[in-house]
């Protein structure tokens, strides 16, 4: 319970019992469920001189009656997701090699998961499933080709417009919902300026923020990262047309080729088509892929990644302080800790971890900035508040010798695997005070898209009844009411090949595990694909597994020793339970529209955003109002 929140107040002495509305305002949690005093200012009219000797009762010994609170106000909600953070770079999950005071103080005064998991290995499949609570696969952004995530502004694919979002489901409450920070979830489908993708088709009121990911290509002079194999191939094809060409030319001015100037002439018209064909496209990375948008209109193309943070930072902030009066769902979204982890100079040289240590303390300082913003406007008690990361570090992000992606802790693995626990295991911290119990850590097995209902329910709203959820209501474990996570089986995605499933055997404790499909490291035995850049979902960079492997997380947390029928009595038992629940999940699942096919994220120029005349794309509405970012360090 927060304060400033309209209570009233149930005795129950015996078989009596009376409730009557509080004309003040109520501070703290329920006594009964918490064991902590209750304080009550003056009762209304309403309630008669009898009760005021059960209230002083309730004030002084809180355990003589049974009282219940009814919460008549809904709280605001704030979601902030990191990018690419592994579970193992903050302070409060083991880290000591990285400040993160903010966020570590956020898990001090609120709960810590341990076991918290994302629906998928990547970017945007992981933001779907936590979007609308459903794994990527129910809405077709899980991909069956090489293409896993989206590719550019101007692909046609996206969430689809008939999936739910909680900032849907929350609007319809009175929520003002607003979305800062990366998207990543489609812009357009068949015209420019349909926005079937946009954040406001999708339920919130105010977006500013990248339509697309950070990447190596947004940074000058720094090596391509989108398509970066397929780009290389094509360098190669256009100098063999281009080398080949110029041989003819060659042969035909010294008479060594008898070939007529028109067939020149349409070798070489056919090797320039061919290579505007592809550097119409990837050779603009930075104006096509790399902007900020404020709801529907181009505020810079390209961005500039050294105002960007504060641009992110002002808007987050200026939403908090224009919806002070509430209800309001902020969902920040970081570019932090992606690639090309442009960080500010006041950050530069800080950690003790590099680059990406830089980038990692730079977004702490952020969220701190953030939670101010929160506790300035007197909100703190009546914000329901969330951290986690979209999916485990990159360990293949690499420049030399020099890691630019993040470290999972103990996990095997990391972003790309859809199995192994590095991936997929995350970074969860929520906070709100006097309704979650302060420094508590949760080791049951939870998920990002158990979001979705969660704040569905503090909003007053319904999750939709027409279609699968796999998410769970998390209040009643944050609470303390149940010990137990609701989720006993989840079901782990690459792409959407189905590469392993957890079952959490709660009469046991046991966490079983088992791994159908795993990909191959290269080099053998590193950990990670880093002759590939990323790891493969199929095809000859995996590994069927028949049986499967089996871990117990509950003893082996990093995976490092495969379970057997001659080391595990039950293997044949788990096994086969496990298999049972994978048929009976598939059961649930309904074809849909790939958005993730070939054709849907190929690069189309007519649905390019563009503040301009296409080809003409760019501006700087900003200019130089941007603010910057001055940390007191």
């Known amino acids: 319970m927060g304060v400033g929140q309209q209570c009233s107040a149930t005795c129950t002495k015996g078989s009596h019992s009376k409730t009557f509305p ?22 209304s009219a309403q309630a008669p001189r009898s009760y005021l000797t059960a209230l002083l009762a309730l004030c002084i010994f809180p355990k003589t009656c049974g009282m219940s609170v009814a919460v008549d106000s809904k709280p605001n909600i704030l979601l902030i997701m990191a990018d690419d953070l592994g579970i193992g770079d903050i302070g409060c999950y083991g880290n000591n090699t990285i400040r993160t005071p903010n966020i570590d103080q956020l898990a001090k005064e609120g709960v810590k998961l341990t ?46 417009v008939n999936e739910t979002t909680f900032a849907k489901v929350l609007r319809q409450q009175g929520y003002t919902t607003g979305l800062i920070g990366k998207w990543h979830q489609g812009m357009n489908c068949e015209a420019l300026n349909d926005h079937c993708h946009h954040p406001s088709n999708h339920g919130f009121d105010y977006f500013y923020g990248m339509p697309f990911t950070l990447l190596n290509n947004c940074q000058k002079n720094k090596p391509p990262e989108l398509d970066a194999a397929l780009q290389a191939k094509l ?19 010294t008479d060594l080729i008898s070939a007529s100037w028109k067939i020149v002439a349409f070798f070489a018209l056919a090797g320039s088509l061919f290579f505007t064909s592809w550097y119409s496209s990837y050779g603009f990375v930075q104006y096509w892929n790399c902007i900020l948008m404020r709801n529907y209109d181009i505020t810079e193309q390209p961005m500039k990644l050294e105002r960007t943070s ?51 303390e730079e977004m702490d300082w952020l969220v701190g900035k953030i939670l101010d913003a929160i506790d300035k406007e007197d909100l703190k008690n009546n914000t329901f508040t969330y951290f986690a990361s ?19 802790g103990i996990y095997k693995g990391g972003k790309g695997m859809g199995g192994w626990e590095g991936g997929i295991r995350v970074p969860g911290i929520l906070r709100w005070p006097g309704v979650f119990p302060a420094d508590t850590i949760i080791d049951e097995p ?49 792409g959407s090949y189905l590469h392993a499933v957890r079952w959490h ?80 999940h598939r059961q649930t699942l309904t074809p849909v529209p790939q958005q993730l096919s070939l054709y849907n994220v190929m690069w189309k120029p007519w649905l390019q955003p563009c503040c301009g005349t296409f080809p003409f794309c760019w501006c700087d509405r900003e200019g130089d109002s941007a603010p910057s970012i001055t940390p007191a360090l």
């Open 22 to 43: 509080l004309s003040r305002r109520c501070v703290g949690p329920d006594p009964l469920e918490h064991g902590q005093s209750f304080v009550f200012f003056v009762p």
């Open 390 to 408: 979209d999916h485990g570090g990159q360990l293949e992000a690499q420049e030399g010798k020099t890691q630019l992606g993040g470290w999972n």
């Open 505 to 584: 055997q709660k009469d046991s404790g046991a966490l079983w595990k088992a791994h159908y499909v795993t990909p191959i490291f290269h080099p053998e035995g590193a950990g990670a694909c880093y002759g590939r850049g990323i790891c493969p979902c199929f095809g000859e960079g995996v590994t069927h597994h028949d049986p499967p492997l089996l871990f117990d997380l509950s003893r082996d947390p990093s995976e490092a020793k495969p379970l057997s029928p001659g080391t595990e009595p039950l293997f044949d038992t788990v096994i086969s339970r496990i298999e049972r629940a994978v048929q009976e």
């Open 235 to 253: 360098w190669l094809y256009t100098q063999i047309i281009a080398l080949a060409v110029l041989t003819v030319i060659i042969g035909k001015l």
């Open 310 to 360: 504060a641009l992110m930072l002002k808007e987050a902030v200026s939403f908090i302080e224009r919806n002070k009066h509430g209800p309001f769902l902020l969902f920040v979204s970081f570019l932090h800790v992606h690639t090309p982890l442009f960080t500010t100079e006041k950050f530069l040289g800080k950690s003790r971890h590099g680059l990406y240590g830089d980038n990692v």
């Open 446 to 494: 939870t998920s990002l898209m158990d979001i979705y209902p969660t704040v569905a329910h503090l909003g007053g709203g319904i999750v939709p009844q027409d279609r699968v959820v796999d998410g769970r209501n998390l209040m009643p474990l944050l609470q303390g009411k149940v010990q137990q996570s609701e989720h006993e089986f989840m079901f782990h995605y690459c």
């Open 115 to 160: 076991q918290h998991i994302a629906a998928a290995p990547l970017c945007t499949p992981s933001r779907a499933a936590f979007l609308t609570g459903r794994y990527a696969i129910r809405s077709g952004m899980a991909s069956s080709n090489g293409y896993r995530a989206l590719q550019w502004n101007a692909g046609s694919g996206g969430l689809p």
